[in-house]
């Protein structure tokens, strides 16, 4: 079929736009990684956006021999790898169980969940609650709390809720009882949506830090978010005050921000390339609707 002159005009602005939004969403990140690599009399005169300029790994000789940041940096992967297997599994088993027309109370269950979306407790008695459950210096204050996400629970209940119910009857009447058929036939076939919402908990896991700064006090527990979050707080200050252990990074403040920010994030532009694909299918096939 020959395209309309309507159509190729379309294609035209939505490429345009598309590219439009890619360097918008680029340059900051391209930016920041030419300043990690800079020096900092050319980030101070403010010479350096896409290029780096006067070439410099000092920053991260320097970082890498900050013991505290590699203390901080395992908790990180801790939390994030103990903090999305719990969510995994809790979230899971409460979107299965919903998904049934046959669970007694399964309104009710969807709407209790649902209205958590919206209202709390609040942050004080949020604080008061961990703390009174013992969990205040631990790592279960950062992974506990927010181990279901209802949006997340939301795309696996209505992916679970639309695959045939066929497979499920066919694997019952072969003798599979309800956790044998969510085991053997319903996760196997649900890769996708199992990965993308590995990457939803993952990411929202790795980049937390407002739980670790309020239920932690311990530096040797800090996640790198806190790490980092002190030692902008210390460089902003123009003090070392708030870098925690970072006290000697201070004297090359102008690029230790954006050193400390690219090797945090490395790990997930690493993993991202090997799950996007099935994070696209995923939200698609998942989506709330």
């Not at 649900?190 to 739980?211: E, R």
Request: include cysteine.
């Amino acid at each position: 079929m020959r395209e309309s002159v309507q159509y190729k005009v379309f294609k035209v602005f939505n490429t345009i736009i598309l590219l439009l939004i890619v360097f918008c969403t680029l340059y900051p990140f391209v930016n920041v990684v030419a300043q990690s690599f800079s020096s900092e009399a050319y980030i101070n005169a403010g010479k350096v956006n896409l290029i780096p300029k006067g070439f410099n790994i000092d920053t991260y000789k320097t970082v890498a021999s900050d013991s505290m940041f590699w203390v901080n940096y395992k908790n990180t992967v801790v939390y994030t790898v103990v903090g999305t297997a719990i969510s995994m599994f809790l979230t899971t088993i409460f979107a299965y169980a919903l998904s049934k027309r046959r669970l007694v109370g399964r309104r009710f269950l969807t709407l209790f969940a649902v209205f958590t979306m919206f209202f709390n407790g609040g942050l004080i008695p949020n604080y008061v609650l961990i703390n009174g459950l013992g969990f205040g210096n631990t790592m279960w204050a950062i992974v506990i709390p927010g181990a279901i996400s209802i949006y997340n629970m939301l795309i696996m209940k209505s992916f679970f809720k639309n695959m045939p119910e066929e497979l499920e009857e066919a694997a019952s009447i072969d003798g599979l009882n309800t956790y044998g058929i969510l085991l053997k036939i319903i996760l196997p076939l649900s890769k996708a949506v199992i990965a993308t919402m590995v990457l939803f908990y993952a990411v929202g896991h790795w980049n937390s830090w407002f739980p670790a700064f309020l239920y932690l006090d311990q530096k040797e527990l800090f996640p790198v978010t806190i790490y980092l979050r002190n030692l902008i707080a210390g460089v902003s200050g123009g003090t070392s005050a708030g870098a925690t252990s970072a006290d000697n990074l201070t004297q090359i403040s102008a690029n230790i921000k954006s050193v400390t920010m690219v090797l945090t994030i490395l790990p997930i532009l690493t993993i991202y390339p090997f799950v996007q694909k099935y994070f696209v299918s995923g939200v698609m096939l998942g989506s709330v609707k």
